[in-house]
């Protein structure tokens, strides 16, 4: 069982992962700097099926990357802000065009595209109001084609996003 191959044959778009993957996957999401032998201590494999595993976790596009959770605040001026976004022009191109804008903008930290009365949720990192003024200002402009924008300022994060809910919860 603990070296065998996660997903089962057929679609590898939506692979069947085993009580062990997601047990993998959950201790990566809490620690992802786990070493493998202690990870595989954690999840009662041997390291090697450890490592196999994750491996393939990786190449299927199920493990995506490794990150820091960094206290900003601590290291620069920080406002955070969350943007909902109207655009006049819902044509694919356009929502295209708006998406490779914003993901030139190190400020924008998360981008989601919704469905509701807005079309976008942005969120974002600045360093102060008059940033932030600037900015909007920036996406108001006419070139970018927002028709509307409703704005809040962060004033604490009692919980952020630490790693998704794995399994089901019937």
Known sequence: MGGKPIISEGDSSNPRLDGIDLKILEELQANST????????????????????????????????????????????????????????????????????????????????????????LKLVMADMREWRTFAHRLLSPENGVERMVSHIVIEEPKVFTGYPLRNAR
């Open 34 to 121: 786990i070493t493998y032998r202690a990870l595989s201590d954690r999840v009662a494999l041997s390291p090697s099926a450890c490592v196999a595993r994750v491996k393939q976790l990786e190449r299927l596009g199920i493990i995506q990357g490794y990150h820091a959770r960094i206290a900003v605040e601590r290291v620069r001026p920080t406002l955070i802000v969350m943007a909902e976004l109207v655009l006049r022009n819902h044509a694919i191109a356009e929502l295209d065009r708006f998406d490779r804008f914003l993901l030139t903008r190190p400020e924008v930290v998360e981008i989601m595209r919704v469905q509701g009365p807005f079309d976008y949720i």
